[in-house]
């Protein structure tokens, strides 16, 4: 291709490269100058333009983009017209974008005059939704660069096409363990038909069993009569192994487990398994929520046709971080998945509240907050411990010799709250911090004033572990199984701590909501130990010096 400048009296017939404006009108770039341009650039001052003329042997931009993009569209994908070297192709169809990535990839690195630049793959699409686009760099390509990437796009088949959904009758198995409540399983029924309809299949139907090899086992074989076309089964306890229930339930139906775990997040703890023709998804416990998870890509794919394997999941890797904000008071409105817009991820906002109003009767006349141990009070071991973690703010709740309370947090960054309703019980003091906690935090480490060995990376550890998208909505630490202090609250149970009354804390909700548990096993006693007594106080100083 000839490019460069020319008297304007030669430019007839050549492409304007740069835009000119004219009285009353412009010459665009791209322009093939005709004798009446020429003239009325003469006639404007302008004696030479730069232009392009295409050679023997090359194709125009427009006519190589149209090339390409008619060979590039396969199935339920239209083309348009191409302009400036452009050509969209759109689909014809709601599903998923489909592509060869290595083909793509292949035309993509023939020439840097060509380009195809497709949606990520396995977009779910809309009808009349742009899919991909070609565009011709220069004004022209050779004619054997350009049949170079129409093999390529053509070859075999069409190298992009549209994969339509199909409308699947799924069923729904859910499991269940004690004391789980059957708003869970209401609410998971309805996440899960929302998901089906909005890729245009339905749930046929769902049934709930014991958590049990062979109560699921039985599920199982009397909802394959019914002939699904998939079946889903949400665990009551999240699969942790091929040979725990759900996967153990589809072997004992004659199934078989073709793959376990996947790398995206939400999503990692997801299972495929197959019984006979009929494909059986163990569902991650993010699959409850409406937020976008691995689980989505899967069903996707399912759900417009396409075959799913191990090695097809094992690939979904790149762009599989899909995690977003940990927490919110509430899911998002249940919007379709394809439709939900997905934040950044960043690190839960986890916050603190140090419960420091009590009245010590256990222990006597002395304020058990204010004893000193290696010549601090108590409760600024404690504090000193928070603020040392990542949990902030920190909000310390005072009531019984609030003044003396408040004078061992000097010099720390605590923000301090007067309960006056202290001698009522722990339930007032939980009120107040919760109260005087900002509206954005994700989350609550609610500790004790009386727990000198607690370590800022027991509070972390608690910190790591919590993500209500994948069921740890409430983290409590462990100790050689038994449960410790502080727990971490996610702040959908805000409002149900700020109902509490007596003295009681909120370790009620733990066992009326033990989907949203997770366990943190500790390596040493900091979350066991509180003092209450003289005797307590006695042994913890013979026992032990504080951890710093």
């Not at 977009?123 to 070609?134: D, F, G, I, N, S």
């Not at 069409?158 to 363990?177: D, M, Y």
């Not at 061992?408 to 109260?435: C, E, H, M, Q, W």
Request: proline share 5%.
């Amino acid at each position: 291709m000839e490019f460069g400048e020319i008297p304007v009296g030669e430019s007839a017939g050549a492409i304007l490269v740069h835009s000119v404006k004219l009285a009353g009108r412009a010459l665009k770039k791209g322009r093939v100058l005709t004798e009446e341009d020429a003239a009325a650039l003469a006639a404007a001052g302008i004696a030479r333009v730069t232009v392009a003329r295409i050679g023997a042997d090359e194709l125009g931009e427009d006519a190589a983009a149209t090339l390409l993009a008619r060979a590039a569209a396969g199935a339920n994908v239209t083309v348009a017209n191409a302009f400036t070297g452009r050509a969209n192709l759109f689909a014809a169809e709601r599903g998923l974008c489909v592509f060869d990535r290595e083909r793509l990839d292949a035309l993509n690195l023939v020439d840097e005059a060509v380009t195809l630049a497709t949606l990520p793959p396995y977009a779910v699409v809309e009808p009349k939704q742009m899919v991909a686009t070609v565009k011709i760099v220069p004004f022209a390509v050779p004619r054997d660069t350009i049949e170079r990437c129409v093999a390529l796009a053509s070859g075999g088949e069409s190298i992009l096409r549209v994969a339509p959904f199909l409308k699947l009758n799924v069923g729904l198995i859910q499991t269940r363990l004690p004391g789980m409540k059957e708003t869970i399983f209401d609410k998971t029924v309805g996440v899960t038909a929302s998901r089906l309809e909005s890729l245009g299949s339905s749930l046929m139907g769902e049934t709930r069993c014991a958590h049990a090899v062979d109560a699921l086992a039985a599920e199982l074989k009397a909802l394959l009569e019914r002939k699904p076309d998939l079946v889903l089964v949400a665990g009551a306890s999240a699969i942790v192994d091929r040979r725990d229930v759900i996967p153990a339930a589809i072997v004992a139906c004659g199934g078989r487990i073709e793959h376990f775990g996947m790398p995206v997040d939400p999503g990692n703890l997801i299972l495929l398994g197959r019984i006979g023709g009929v494909t059986v998804l163990g569902l991650p416990g993010c699959a409850r929520s409406p937020k976008e998870n691995g689980f989505d890509w899967v069903l996707q794919r399912l759900a417009a046709g396409l075959t799913v394997g191990s090695q097809d999941i094992m690939r979904m890797g790149a762009g599989g971080l899909l995690a977003e904000i940990p927490s919110r008071g509430l899911p998002r409105a249940a919007a379709a998945p394809s439709e939900a817009k997905t934040e950044a991820p960043r690190e839960a906002r986890i916050g603190a509240l140090i419960l420091a109003a009590g009245q010590s009767r256990r222990m006597g006349e002395v304020n058990k907050l204010l004893i000193e141990i290696d010549r601090k009070p108590m409760v600024r071991h404690v504090a000193e411990t928070v603020l040392e973690s990542r949990a902030t703010p920190v909000v310390a709740v005072l009531g019984h010799e609030r003044d003396r309370v408040r004078g061992a947090f000097s010099g720390l960054k605590i923000r301090a709250v007067y309960n006056p309703d202290y001698a009522d019980g722990i339930s007032t003091s939980l009120r107040r911090g919760l109260a005087a906690l900002p509206e954005d935090l994700d989350g609550v480490v609610v500790c004790l004033g009386d727990m000198p060995l607690l370590s800022a990376a027991e509070i972390g550890r608690l910190i790591d572990a919590f993500n209500p998208v994948e069921g740890r909505a409430i983290v409590v630490p462990t100790r050689r199984g038994k449960r410790g202090n502080p727990v971490l609250w996610g702040r959908r149970f805000f409002p149900e701590m700020q109902e509490v009354a007596g003295d009681v804390g909120a370790r009620h909700l733990i066992g009326a909501y033990p989907e949203a548990v997770v366990e943190v096993e500790m390596s040493g006693d900091g979350t066991l130990l509180d003092i209450d007594t003289p005797e307590a106080l006695a042994e913890f100083l013979d026992r032990a010096p504080v951890n710093s």
